[in-house]
């Protein structure tokens, strides 16, 4: 492809007797024909596939990045131009400095996964839901057929999905598979199948970019390996991983031993119900989960590293002023790995606190302490749930981009919660069935926190590498 050229049809595009007007993305690709008009001429017809490569390139980066992938299978000629290694980085480009505003937070999605039902809520800035999506994942397979299926993990907007292969077949009883799909391009790819475990295992997913584009403020995420982990519950002195590698598309078995500043760190601990429900966060290419002791006494957090240091784990302390006794989740803010610890006896509160350093000082940062009692909302609801401690309140996800913004559950409301003004907002009710359920009602869902997804927007969604396509 004679990128070379692209300087002179950028003179051209940008000549002053010539001015292109395009209403419809599609208009321009179907059909082939397009009327360009041309100041202070007639309308004339071109055929697109008659463009050298270097002019059809600068159309299709100019295009949305989601159709830009769709259109990959018109042709063997544009799934090679799409596909070429300067694409990507011309298309992030343009549509960073043409689309997006610095004033506005990238758009992202919520997506709560909770007794096989999936509710998703799109963001368009920091406080805008855009409504519920009910087709989130009608596109996978297992969801087409009916089959039970989890939502296991995300990484930025990559969902692992685990389904059971057959429950109607007697020969592949007792075997699930795990599927990478992207819920935005609606592509997908499944691993190779394992057996399913039925102890309580916890799951997790973490990607590595291959290379990173500084200048423009952005991951280059087209190019990219990943790890699938899933964590065995230990015995005292052993942790058992099964680790799939997209590097050589296998399942392997891994045993590995804590490296722990703490000098009172002995033993390992089985899962405890805190554990469980809080799940596994990925956060700075490294996986991290909550220990607890025998009685379910949060002790610290285990992380591994699963491309540099697979063969142990390192352990974060918790903050100095920490109280074991609360209930704890975890999640990230701009790769900062935050802990949330609500407070049920008096005064009601909760804490947010911030890690500021990895290292032996385990230094933290108390980002947000807030008294339910300050809390007030528009909605008489929300207040009241607020104040009665019997009522649950629990945390879901932390926003993405707006770090004084927390996602909370109150019953049957899905919350935002600004930490700094204390203002409540609803963003939706939770679904049973289909059916909406009433915000302030006595029966509710109780989501834990590992059931909540943040996926976002990249300048360039996440490609889930297909096999080759076939052309005709």
Known sequence: MAVESSKDISLILRGKREKS?????????FPCRKRIRRIGEEPVQIDIEKL?????????????????????????????????????????????????????????????????????LPFHNSEDCGGDRI????????????????????????????????????????????CICNPLTKQWITLPHIRLCRNRIMVGFVCDPYSCDKEQGCINNAYYRYKVVRIYPPTPTKLRLE??????????????????????????????MKSLRAGVVACNGKLHWLDTDAEDMIKGFLVFDPFND???????????EFLPKGCVSFGVFQGHFRMFQMFRANPYHFDVWEL?????????????????????????????????????????????????IAFLQF??????????????????????????LDGNSLYFLSLPPKSTFVLGQPSWPTPVHPSPLKFE
């Open 52 to 120: 050298p490569d270097s002019l059809l390139f600068e159309v299709l980066y100019r295009l949305p990045c989601r159709s830009a992938l769709q259109y990959k299978s018109v042709s063997k000629r544009w799934y090679s131009l799409i596909s070429h290694s300067e694409f990507v980085r011309r298309s992030i480009h343009h549509h960073h400095r043409h689309e997006f505003s610095k004033s506005h937070s990238d758009p992202f999605t919520l997506a709560l996964y909770y007794d096989r039902n999936i509710l998703a």
């Open 243 to 272: 680790i799939f590698s997209s590097d050589t598309g296998k399942w392997c078995d891994s045993n590995v031993i804590v490296s722990s500043p703490s000098p009172g760190y002995r033993r390992f601990n089985s899962f405890k």
């Open 310 to 320: 697979a063969e142990r784990l390192s352990y974060i302390n918790p903050p100095i």
């Open 356 to 404: 500021e350093d990895y290292g032996n000082a385990d230094t933290w940062c108390l980002k947000h302490k807030v008294y339910m009692k300050d809390l007030v909302s528009e909605s008489s609801d929300l207040a009241d749930i607020a104040m009665d401690i019997w009522r649950t309140v629990s945390f879901l996800a932390f926003h993405p981009t707006v770090g004084e």
């Open 135 to 178: 087709d989130f994942l009608d596109f996978l397979p297992c969801i087409r057929k009916n089959y039970p299926f989890y939502i296991e993990a995300s990484y930025n907007d990559l969902l692992l999905i685990r389904s059971e292969v057959d429950p109607n077949s007697t020969a592949l009883q007792g075997i699930c598979e795990y």
């Open 411 to 436: 019953r049957n409301y899905i919350v935002l919660c600004n930490m700094q003004t204390k203002v409540l907002k609803v963003a939706s009710k939770l679904r049973e069935k289909g059916k909406i």
């Open 21 to 29: 007007l395009i209403d419809e993305e599609d208009s321009i690709l």
